[in-house]
């Protein structure tokens, strides 16, 4: 089994909002990641957590907060963002980050739109 | 700078001919390779890795990955109108950044029916 679950959906909120977005994986994996799409673009790695740690944190602004309660969820919260903050947010897991061949594994993705 | 570079399309094949994908990339030591279909609107979901020289074929799937010339391919047999989707070229390029997928920028196949 791979799969790899996120909600909600569909987000839209406003610039003053308050939000999260959720992850789920139960395969064992202990890397984790959050990226972000925008249309015709490929992903954009935002955040890594290995083992329940966050590890890489590729420069985003502040206005996006990743959280790991446990080895199996993995939350990103979502504060005063811009409209140009639209976009597919992707959820992954691998294994583990130390392997060059650790395969990352998609959730279905947030769809967020900014008002 | 470590790059992975793909003709973004659209590449059109009628169905039931071969679909052949391209990828090439900039290090020389990079440690896996990647490909990724994404349907309009969905998340990419994982068709093939290949690590070593050679091919590797899994069902109408074959990836092929030649090191010293730093290319990959993806070539797609019987091509069906459910093929039609952009397909993202991803490396690892290994070392410190084991964690860190490089994209290219994704090559949109039609299938012609």
Partial sequence: D????QTPKHLVMGMTNKKSLKCEQHMGHRAMYWYKQKAKKPPELMFVYS???LSINESVPSRFSPECPNSSLLNLHLHALQPEDSALYLCA???ETY???DTQYFGPGTRLTVL | QKEVEQNSGPLSVPEGAIASLN???SDRVSQSFFWYRQYSGK?????????????KEDGRFTAQLNKASQYVSLLIRDSQPSDSATYLCAVNFGGDSNYQLIWGAGTKLIIKP
């Fill in chain 1, 2 to 5: 791979t799969e790899v679950t």
């Fill in chain 1, 51 to 53: 083992y329940e740690k």
């Fill in chain 1, 93 to 95: 897991s691998s294994q």
């Fill in chain 1, 99 to 101: 392997s060059s061949t």
């Fill in chain 2, 23 to 25: 990828c090439t990339y």
């Fill in chain 2, 43 to 55: 998340s990419p979901e994982l068709i093939m890795s290949i690590y070593s020289n050679g091919d």
